[in-house]
């Protein structure tokens, strides 16, 4: 069975399709890439894992192959954070890493995620070769000088994010808060980093769970339900949160509100363009709120739109060319950090934002509705079935004049296809590169015209 890199790296079930046997040809095929590469005096690789069901075990076959291909491979000693890779692939100047992880996808399932020498996922280009030497299920030649070293990233890590946080203006605001890693490789970060700045911190899940509480490691109003109440009952200044991998964020306000993935990334972009004094651009991609394109401009800055999947984004940052790349799925990354999302640093942007601004992230919020307007932005999964998968191709080719009496003005297919309303409003439809669905992507001006506008969507992929 053929394997398939998505929007963030090959996924699967456990025991099912990723198994052993699958495990030993893909890092082959990985290895077999590498030797392609013009890169041979650059023997270091680094092999990490998320905290799931069997992560190290599949490290340790990855480890072993990839050594006696002759890499000097530094094993990750505990599950470790996405960002804390990227950041030790530049760090220990490696070819590149190989993480075990899947994300925010449910328990069952695990994932093997391949980034190159800049730090960055793998562009499709890349991963395509990988899958077709996949295919070909070559054995190396096991070659002398190779070496598992074992390899703790985070302290390198951690120091990083001290030139980056304005942690003097956050220590000195005195704020409260709570951190959720969300049993994943989060622990040990947030709590710490804050903690060691004199500042209070009641942590939560801060221990390995490989079924995650029965739940998908996403940072969603379900999986952050105790640190949303502990915000609330307690007073704190922020929650924050971290998915399964540490590259998603998730920030609760003092009053107990979800801050919406869209609306951080406007916050911060307005954030940073006027405390860093940054004019260079921003990006986001095509299922990302148009709020951010408002900021942009109400701060003079270039909007860059990319495909769905980080790495596009990536490219931006390893350019110089942006202050800040985010996705709606809660991921970003700011100038001079790693073309990656870093849940981390997101996190610790927004406990900035607060400090330094006194006022909540809802507070800087409104300020930015008062000046470019309110934008409701929302989506929604197709579970993909047979049945849609017949029909799905053919009805993302059409080019309707209208929607259930919306008038279409233009089509965007960039990535999936976004169709432009006469009223201002917009839809997306694209298949996940993550999970077997079709999500759908909307915004609108109001509330209850955006849930409508979503059902509207889903009517027309499915009739």
Same mark, same amino acid.
């Given at each position: ?65 990839? &050594? ?77 000088? =190779? ?166 984004? =990536? ?9 800040? =790349? ?52 929302? $989506? ?21 004049? &209208? ?12 990535? =999936? ?14 298949? &996940? ?24 969507? $889903? ?5």
């Amino acid at each position: 069975m053929p394997i398939r890199f998505g929007t963030s790296g090959w996924r699967a079930i456990i025991a099912d399709e990723f198994t052993y046997r699958n495990v030993r040809r893909v890092t082959e095929a990985i290895c077999s890439y590498l030797k392609e590469g013009s890169q041979n005096d650059r023997k270091t690789l680094i092999v990490g894992y998320d905290s799931r069901f069997m992560g190290e075990k599949f490290s340790e076959v990855a480890a072993d192959i990839a &050594s006696r291909r002759g890499h000097r491979v530094l094993l990750c000693n505990h599950p470790t954070p996405t960002p804390t890779i990227a950041h030790a692939i530049r760090y220990e100047n490696a070819l590149g890493a190989i993480n075990f992880t899947a994300s925010h996808n449910p328990p069952e399932y695990q994932g093997i995620k391949f980034s190159t020498a800049d730090g960055a996922p793998a562009l499709p280009e890349i991963t395509k070769r990988i899958e077709d030497l996949f295919e070909l299920n070559l054995d190396g030649d096991d070659v002398s000088g =190779g070496t598992v070293e074992e390899f703790d990233a985070r302290p390198a890590y951690l120091a990083d994010l001290e030139t980056k946080i304005r942690f003097d203006a956050i220590a000195a605001a005195k704020g409260r808060y709570g951190s959720d890693p969300l049993w994943g490789t989060g622990r040990g970060y947030l709590d710490k980093i804050l903690r060691g700045h004199g500042l209070e911190v009641e942590t939560f899940h801060d221990w390995r769970d490989v079924t995650f509480g029965g739940m998908s490691p996403e940072p969603g109003e379900r999986q952050m339900a105790e640190l949303i109440a502990a915000v609330k009952s307690k007073t704190l200044t922020l929650g924050l949160a971290t998915d399964g991998d540490g590259d998603r964020f998730g920030v609760v306000d003092s009053d107990g509100t979800l801050i919406q993935p869209n609306h951080l990334i406007a916050v911060l972009t307005d954030y940073l363009a006027e405390s860093r004094g940054w004019t260079l651009g921003v990006a986001r991609s095509v299922a990302t709120s148009h709020l951010v394109d408002r900021v942009a401009a109400s701060r003079g800055l270039k909007l860059y739109e990319t495909p769905v999947g980080f790495k596009y984004i =990536g490219e931006l940052i390893i350019r110089d060319e942006i202050i800040l =790349g985010g996705e709606e799925s809660a991921g970003l990354s700011i100038r001079g950090h790693y073309p990656e999302k870093d849940g981390i640093l997101a996190c610790l942007l927004a406990a900035e934002a607060v400090a330094v601004r006194g006022k909540s992230i809802s507070a800087q919020l409104d300020e930015i509705y008062s000046r470019v307007g309110k934008l409701e932005s929302g $989506r929604i999964g197709v579970k993909l079935t047979d049945e849609v998968a017949k029909v799905l191709k053919e009805k993302l080719a059409r080019e309707p004049d &209208s929607i259930a009496g919306r008038k279409v003005e233009k089509i965007n297919r960039l990535d =999936g296809v976004k169709f432009f309303f006469a009223d201002g409003s917009w839809m997306l439809m694209r298949p &996940s590169g993550t999970e077997p669905l079709v999500r759908i992507y909307a915004e609108s001006e109001d509330q209850r015209d955006l849930e409508v506008l979503l059902e509207q969507g $889903r009517k027309y992929l499915l009739d």
